[in-house]
């Protein structure tokens, strides 16, 4: 089983992301499991504005799209900014549009059969917000979200020091992470066995 981890921070490697850190709890849960897992730091690519899976010479979705469809899992990392997803987040969301009108060999969306979590961080509040938003677009797009498949830290209400500042809360926010690994394995193992069936 193969998953793909998607960081939508703003920050540039090697420039240290907490979001990437709380994303790791996740990805050594998934690897316990005996999950590949793939990760991309989309900041670092050249991602164009627009709704396709290829806008042109130098667009460098398409190989993000091709980890996308070759994996059973994606999980979405996000800093929250202003109460809301990054815009390297929102992006995504556009790109992936494309997936609405492409279909595996069956004709069901190509996103189907596959599952999705969220990652959050931020040193303010919003983050229930920021789930919801990601989780309800990629269900728009077909993927499945399984019960408690999201993680997040932050701390609120009002700014503060961020993720790698402090301890604080950290025991919970692995917690959950590795709860939501389990669950979204456990799902995405469902589907394989018992794939959504064309709808027609």
């Known amino acids: 089983m193969r998953a793909v981890v998607v ?45 396709t899976t290829d806008e042109g010479e130098g667009d460098e979705w398409p190989a993000v799209h091709e980890l996308l469809v070759g994996s059973e899992i994606l999980v979405v990392a996000t800093p929250t900014w202003v109460g809301r997803p990054s815009s390297v987040a929102q992006r995504m969301l556009e790109r992936m549009d494309a997936m609405l009108s492409e ?68 025991d919970w926010s692995a917690k959950t992470g590795r709860a939501m690994a389990s669950n979204l394995v456990a799902v995405a193992r469902a589907l394989e066995a018992h794939p959504i069936p064309p709808t027609g």
């Open 103 to 170: 279909t595996d060999d069956d004709g069901r969306p190509v996103a189907y059969n596959r599952v999705a979590g969220v990652v959050v961080t931020g040193n303010e509040d919003g983050a229930h917000h920021v789930i919801s938003e990601i989780s309800g677009a990629l269900g728009d797009i077909g993927y499945t979200i399984p019960g408690q498949s999201w993680t997040y830290w932050n701390k609120g209400p009002g700014p503060g020091p961020s993720y790698s500042e402090t301890d604080e809360g950290h």
């Open 7 to 51: 960081n939508c921070t703003l920050k540039g490697s090697p420039e240290q992301s907490n979001t990437d850190q709380l994303a790791q709890v996740v990805v050594d849960a998934l690897q316990r499991e005996k999950v590949d897992v793939e990760r991309v730091r989309l900041v670092d690519l050249a991602i164009r504005p627009g709704v």
